[in-house]
């Protein structure tokens, strides 16, 4: 039998048949890449999906980290290889629902706790995002997930509803012993006084909490109750940034007692949230710069108090819920679904309300009068509900 020497420099040699067929594959390789007919894989989906869309997200990187762990390098069936070698042509619903149940069973690997509901939903939503980018960009015709729901997975599908009620708020303050830590009569806690302030904090001023934890003590005037969050800080699109200006958030009374002890605990740091570990000198004996608390100082503490029995809740409660608390507050004191939705940050689409579309795009006033008068309100509200019967109406001061 004929045959010849290999052309990819490896050992030994073909035969004719053999060669051919090699030559055919790679052949046919070449045709699918070039007309687009190649079957893509799960990851490549994921990784296009990742560079036209996740790249625009202001934490790109852990995006696409959570993606990759519980979508591409899932092991959701022994028999197969990791989800995100599956060619995507060939993926059903029901091949979805697998990955979806095994992101909700909680494990642990390499001591690392991974999985359940909360991470299922974002799987689920990861994964009908990938789809519905492929069926778009035309690297696939239909989407497998396009009819999937939470709900049908046992996943609560109003798990962003969270409110605290008036009885669950006076409970929250009651476990920071705000009041006691604003009149210098706390007693020590397990939490440190910085981490119940930034909590609390966040109650009063909604905004999101990577703004507040990277927060220093020039971004803020407390004469003038201001605080003027940088660009960086803010939520935004890449393509956003270039055009957008520093938000200006009013600070009601109660933010600004909040934010005169923080700076009284910490009065040479920089940060608005100081670590409350003290800063060890190097082996050079110099000492390390000031830091922050952890980015997730924030949420670990609720989870604390939780578990402690400290927040006797029936259900889990979130940093995002205090924003999503605030904005219930402010709607049921009448302020306006415009000036409230830009006191949270959010860029409302005016033509839901009833505007033209073109609104949107000529409509960038920050509303700051109007947002410093929601901002008191609301914290008068908060005020009421902490100290009961001591509490006393804060007026809505004049601002120049």
């Known amino acids: 039998m004929r045959s010849i020497q290999r052309l990819d420099g490896g050992g030994g040699a073909l035969s004719l048949g053999a060669a051919r067929k090699e030559f055919l594959e790679a052949q046919t390789t070449k045709r699918e890449a070039v007309d687009g007919t190649r079957e893509l894989t799960i990851k490549e989906l994921a990784q296009a999906y990742n560079r036209d869309v ?14 990759r762990v519980h979508i591409v390098e899932a092991q959701a069936d022994p028999a197969r290889p990791a989800f995100g070698e599956w060619p995507a042509k060939a993926v059903r619903p029901s091949d979805l629902a697998v990955v979806i149940r095994y992101a909700k069973e909680t494990r642990t690997i390499d001591k690392r706790r991974l999985g359940g509901p909360g ?3 974002v799987v689920l939503r990861e994964l009908k995002a990938i789809f519905a980018h492929a069926v778009e960009t035309g690297s696939l015709e239909m989407s497998p997930a396009a009819i999937m729901r939470a709900r049908s997975f046992g996943l609560r599908a109003n798990a962003r509803a969270r409110v605290l009620d008036a009885d669950e708020l006076k409970a929250f303050f009651d476990a920071l012993d705000l009041t006691a830590l604003l009149n210098g009569t706390a007693k020590a806690q397990r939490l440190s006084p910085t981490v119940r302030l930034g909590l609390a904090f966040q109650l009063y001023v909604p905004l999101r909490s990577h703004s507040l934890i990277g927060g220093r003590w020039e971004e803020f005037d407390l004469e003038q109750k201001r605080w003027t969050v940088p660009v960086s800080r803010q939520k935004l699109r890449k393509e956003d940034r270039a055009v957008a200006r520093p938000f ?4 009601p009374a109660t933010a600004v007692a909040i934010l005169e002890k923080l700076k009284a605990l910490s009065p040479k740091s920089p940060w608005v949230l100081a670590s409350p570990a003290e800063a060890k000198p190097e082996k050079g004996g110099e000492q390390q710069p000031p830091r922050h608390i952890e980015p997730k100082a924030l949420i670990r503490a609720l989870s604390r108090l939780r578990s402690t029995g400290r927040l006797a809740f029936g259900s889990k409660v979130t940093v995002h819920d205090l924003r999503r608390t605030w904005r219930t507050l402010a709607e049921e004191a009448g302020v306006d679904h415009v000036v409230a939705e830009r006191s949270l940050g959010h860029v409302t689409p005016l033509r839901t309300l009833g505007f033209s579309s073109a609104a949107d795009v000529y409509a960038r006033a920050q509303l700051i009068e109007q ?8 914290g008068a509200v908060l005020d009421r509900i902490r100290l ?8 809505l001061a004049s601002r120049r």
Do not use: H
């Not at 996740?54 to 993606?67: F, G, K, T």
């Not at 947002?371 to 609301?378: L, P, Q």
């Not at 009961?388 to 109406?393: L, Q, T, W």
């Open 54 to 67: 996740l790249s625009q997200r202001e934490r790109a990187a852990e995006a696409w980290n959570v993606l």
């Open 119 to 121: 991470v299922a939903r």
């Open 248 to 251: 200006v958030a009013p600070l």
């Open 371 to 378: 947002r410093a008068n929601a901002a008191e309100s609301v």
């Open 388 to 395: 009961e019967a001591r509490a006393k109406i804060v007026p």
